[in-house]
């Protein structure tokens, strides 16, 4: 099993940023992904940008392009998403995932495709 805890989220001003951090434990893969999702209340969780854990290579929603970015700490097992440039539309809950096996480029957005999932952090932007 894996475990996976998310941190960093809280109340920000439009134009502020912020940096979270999912900390992974347990089992550990030979090749999978880690990605942030967000969902925003009423709405569908959406892909925010993912990290294949070979290689490094990394992948955004459009509408986050430029303004946030997804790295990593191999030693610690953490992934991070740095979120910049906040706006009011970007207040969700965000969550970590973690997907066992890389699979496609066309799959990264897929919530069904990720094995485990996060609790979730709050982030909220004030306008």
């Known amino acids: 099993q894996v475990q996976l805890v998310e941190s960093g989220g809280g109340l920000v001003q439009a134009g502020g940023s912020l940096r979270l951090s999912c900390a992974a434990s347990?089992?550990?893969?030979?090749?999978?992904?880690m990605a942030w999702f967000r969902q925003a209340p009423g709405k569908e969780r959406d892909f925010v940008a993912a990290?294949?854990?070979?290689?490094?290579?990394?992948y955004y929603a459009d509408s986050v392009k430029g303004r946030f970015t997804i790295s990593r700490d191999n030693a610690k097992n953490t992934v991070f998403l740095q979120v910049n440039s906040l706006k009011p539309e970007d207040t969700a809950v965000y969550y970590c995932?973690?997907?066992?096996?890389?699979?496609?480029?066309?799959?990264?957005?897929?919530?069904?495709?990720?094995?485990?999932w996060g609790q979730g952090t709050q982030v909220t932007v004030s306008s």
């Open positions: 995932a973690l997907k066992t096996i890389w699979g496609t480029i066309a799959t990264m957005g897929r919530t069904g495709t990720y094995d485990y």
């Open positions: 990290m294949r854990w070979s290689g490094g290579s990394t």
């Open positions: 347990g089992r550990t893969f030979s090749s999978y992904a």
